[in-house]
């Protein structure tokens, strides 16, 4: 017989959407490289030599972009609903505590509206607001928004 309170009512992880693969990413990489090397050349040719390095630097920010957008993808975050604990990890943690732990019976979902890219979804509880979701994109954070809304409901009816 289980206890009523370890009883699991939402548990979802939250990632943001996958960029492209390391290969696509590279090839494109490579064909911006392999441009802006026949445009340096060219300029080099031409005798305008100072523009060759700027062609360079180009990729690798653009390298660096490619870098990043990865390593952003990696984060998620780890919802777990239970009747007595609603509980927020963060993956790899950001500023701040790793993971959250809330009282289901005053947490409080707050969807910002009009839904669109600047809404938030914020979670209230005490006074203190906390954000989840903010890479999701506006209609898949509203989907989830409703969902917690309603395990949080199931969770605040059902007290022992």
Do not use: C
Not at 93 to 102: C, D, I, M, N, T
Request: a positive charge; hydrophobic letters at 50%; charged letters at 20%.
């Amino acid at each position: 017989m289980s206890d009523r309170n370890s009883d699991v009512l939402l548990d979802t992880v939250l990632r943001p959407s996958p960029p492209l693969s390391a290969e696509i990413l590279g090839a494109i990489l490579g064909a911006v490289a392999l441009i802006n090397f026949v445009f340096a050349l060219s300029f080099v040719l031409k005798g305008a030599w100072p523009i060759a390095p700027f062609m360079g630097l180009d990729v690798v920010l653009l390298a660096w972009a490619f870098r990043a957008s990865r390593i952003a993808a990696r984060r998620e975050e780890h919802v777990t609903l239970t009747r007595a604990l609603l509980r927020i990890a963060f993956r790899p943690a950001k500023k701040g505590p790793p993971e959250v732990s809330l009282n289901p019976y005053w947490v409080r979902v707050d969807m910002a509206e009009p839904m669109g890219r600047a809404s938030t979804l914020t979670l209230w509880s005490h006074g203190k607001g906390l954000r989840i979701g903010s890479f999701l994109a506006p209609a898949e954070r509203a989907a989830f928004a409703n969902r917690l809304k309603i395990a949080l409901s199931r969770a605040k009816s059902d007290l022992p």
